[in-house]
């Protein structure tokens, strides 16, 4: 098989996947869209550097690079309007979902990223280390934090405060 046979086989078994990662590490289909798409092309241009057993690795570590590199050029975030509070079709309560997703955006970049690594993606904490160049014991003290700042965010007396 030629490595074009074998990239688009890959891009149409993972892309979706590494779409709800971008998203859960944005919160925008759109830029998470534009991530997967970098990280494809990251991956095609370097692809004779890539070691095939080490694949997922590298496209997760490129897409998460990808993410804390546009928050970190990013000065300023597009405000939208409130959705109204409506069930979504599975029952679940789109305000709650909402909420979650708020606080998740609410956190500093690392720490959203480690936390969707960890609790999203079942990534285990020396491969969450890897991914962004850090000790292990720095994915488990943010990834705590992470954890304690969403527990404040959306405890019951966070969520029944009116926004100022």
Partial sequence: M?????????????APRLRRLGY??????????????????QLYR??????????DAYTRRTLVNAFLSHKRDRRHETVLADPPDLLTADGTDLARRL????????L?????????????????????AEILGIAEGTVKSQTAHGLAKLRTALSPAALSEEPV
């Fill in 24 to 41: 859960a590490l944005c919160g925008d289909w759109h830029l998470a869209e534009d991530l997967v798409q970098h990280t494809f092309l």
């Fill in 108 to 128: 500093p970049p690392r720490q959203r990223a480690l936390v969707v690594l960890r609790h999203l993606e079942d990534v285990s904490t020396a491969d969450a």
């Fill in 2 to 14: 030629t490595w074009t046979a074998d990239y688009s086989d890959y891009f149409t078994a993972r």
């Fill in 99 to 106: 909420d979650l997703r708020r606080a998740l955006a609410d």
């Fill in 46 to 55: 370097h692809c004779k550097r890539v070691d095939t057993t080490t694949i």
